[in-house]
């Protein structure tokens, strides 16, 4: 496991850790609790490292919204052609 793996996992596993254990989180047409999620990450199985592929791209997308809503606001970039597109989303 290389280290920028682990450190993924980490962060991956410390979200998880706030939400209650018990909740109940749907992944496809299967219904996981956050615990039975902790514990495919913790194992690194298939379905583990599914779920901190998938949690590290919502945060890098998350991460570059933000850094265009930036953009704009500092004058760098004009969305507002942009605008009627984005309505229906």
Avoid: C
Avoid at 66 to 86: A, C, H, Q, T, V
């Amino acid at each position: 496991m290389n280290n920028i793996w682990k450190k993924q996992k980490e962060l991956v596993l410390a979200r998880f850790e706030t939400i209650n254990p018990n909740s109940k989180i749907v992944l496809g047409d299967k219904e996981f609790t956050a615990r039975d999620l902790i514990r495919h990450i913790k194992k690194e199985d298939e379905l583990g490292k599914n779920i901190v592929n998938v949690q590290i791209r919502m945060i890098q997308t998350l991460s570059d919204v933000k850094d265009i809503k930036k953009m704009e606001r500092e004058g760098k970039i004009d969305l507002s052609k942009y605008e009627k597109l984005l309505e229906g989303l």
